[in-house]
C-alpha cells in the first residue's frame, strides 16, 4: 500500500509541476489574466508600487512569476514527501484562492459558466486529494502483509 500511495501522490503532483512550469514558460499570458481577473486592495498599493518599483515590473507579472514558482516548488515537494503536509496546505489555500478568482461561475450567466463550473469543481476535488495528502503526510514505514488478510 505504501507504493501505491507513493506513486499516487508523485502522479499528483505533476499536475502542479505542469501547470506552474506552463505559468513560467507564458508569463506575459498569465501576468495579462492575471490582471483582468484580480484587484490589489487599496490597502496594499503602496506596497506593490514600491515592489514595483524595486524590481521593475508590474505587480501582475510578479503575481505571475509567483504562482508559477510556488506551483513547481509544491509540487516537486509533494512528489518527493519532503514536507508534503505543509505544501499541501499551502495548495489548499492556493487552490481556493484561484477558484474564487478565476471559477467564479456565480457571477456568469446560466448559459455561459458550464466550463467555469467544471472547473471549479475539478479545483474542489483537487482540494479534497489535497486533504488527504496533508492526513496521510509522512509516516513512518509500517511492515503490513503483502495481501492482508485474505
Not at 513512518?140 to 488478510?149: F, I, L, M, R
Request: net charge neutral; aromatic share 12%.
Amino acid at each position: 500500500m505504501p507504493a501505491l500511495i507513493a506513486f499516487g501522490r508523485i502522479l499528483f503532483a505533476v499536475l502542479f509541476i505542469y501547470t506552474g512550469a506552463s505559468k513560467l514558460f507564458a508569463i506575459q499570458a498569465t501576468a495579462d489574466a492575471i490582471a483582468a481577473k484580480v484587484v490589489i486592495p487599496a490597502l496594499l498599493v503602496p506596497y506593490t508600487t514600491q515592489l514595483e518599483g524595486l524590481t521593475g515590473m508590474p505587480t501582475p507579472q510578479m503575481l505571475a512569476i509567483a504562482a508559477g514558482a510556488f506551483e513547481v516548488i509544491a509540487g516537486l515537494m509533494i512528489a518527493l514527501n519532503f514536507g508534503a503536509r505543509f505544501f499541501s496546505l499551502l495548495l489548499i489555500l492556493f487552490v481556493a484562492i484561484v477558484t474564487f478568482y478565476f471559477h467564479d461561475f456565480w457571477n456568469q450567466a446560466a448559459s455561459d459558466n458550464g466550463k467555469t463550473l467544471m472547473d471549479a469543481l475539478k479545483n474542489l476535488s483537487l482540494i479534497g486529494a489535497l486533504f488527504m495528502i496533508a492526513g496521510y503526510g509522512r509516516r513512518p514505514p509500517v511492515a503490513e502483509p503483502a495481501y492482508g488478510d485474505v
